[in-house]
């Protein structure tokens, strides 16, 4: 699928990778449908935006507007709304996700602190559940609209393997991966395909919730000798939209580090 041809839907767009995948694409001459419950964010994007667009009239590549992908009627509006606008979207990033660290359980001065069930739950609503009702919106439209080529990209992490003090966040990211490879499969008949990328320590804000000890840990294995930059992700973004015979997979951008 060409650049230029594409109509995107971006969860998280607001920072981090979500920005550069937006401002990138938009560079490109694609539509963009920018989703995120951080409206000053979106409002800082769309000013950015206007490097990339030429006149008043261009303006309207960028759609912008408020998106909690842990609620279901929030997705089914953002989708169904942005999707008409859009003229039929073909791209859907799978890009918002959350932090919300915690070991299992340890021991605290005589105490013993366990995960607590809320924490769990956030990490899972915001980084699976909001990818699947994401994907399960965007492909009815698909569907109703007979719109192919179409493509779903899904940004997971290398902590999918499993990371200490990422319980949740580790199964999050590792059913997306399962539903990476499961969607690929049924949808490919169809002209949809299915992406995913695994970033490994990038600089975006996220980073920054790490603490500063773990910070220099990570970095300290990646043969690289730095972070990766938002960039580096978009080009494997810019990699599965472009590469036609690419589905199923999870492309892993970390730098070679092996945690």
Not at 136 to 160: D, G, H, Q, T
Not at 220 to 243: M, N, S, T, V, Y
Request: hydrophobic share 45%.
């Amino acid at each position: 699928m060409l650049l230029a041809d594409t109509r995107a839907i971006i969860t998280g767009a607001a920072g981090g990778l979500g920005r550069c995948f937006t401002l990138e694409l938009l560079k490109a001459g694609a539509m963009v449908a920018a989703g995120d419950i951080d409206l000053a964010g979106l409002e800082q994007l769309r000013q950015e935006s206007r490097t990339y667009l030429a006149s008043p009239p261009d303006e309207g590549r960028l759609l912008t507007g408020k998106l909690d992908v842990s609620q279901e009627a929030s997705v089914t509006a953002f989708v169904k709304q942005y999707s008409a606008q859009l003229k039929g979207a073909n791209l859907l990033v799978n890009n918002a996700g959350v932090l919300r660290d915690g070991l299992l359980a340890k021991s605290e001065a005589g105490w013993v602190r366990k995960l607590p069930t809320a924490q769990w739950k956030q990490a899972i609503d915001i980084n699976l559940t909001g990818g699947y009702l994401m994907a399960r919106e965007f492909i009815a439209e698909v569907l109703e609209r007979k719109i192919a080529p179409s493509v779903i990209i899904n940004i997971s992490s290398m902590s999918s393997a499993g990371n200490p003090g990422q319980s949740n966040y580790a199964a999050s990211k590792a059913g997306l991966d399962a539903c990476t490879r499961t969607w690929a499969l049924e949808l490919a008949a169809q002209g949809i395909r299915v992406g995913g990328i695994a970033p490994g320590v990038i600089d975006t804000p996220m980073l920054n919730q790490v603490a500063p000890e773990t910070k220099n840990e990570l970095l300290e294995q990646i043969p690289i000798g730095r972070p990766g930059a938002p960039h580096d992700i978009w080009l494997a973004l810019k990699f599965i939209i472009e590469c036609e015979f690419f589905t199923g997979r999870v492309i892993a951008v970390d730098g070679g580090a092996d945690f």
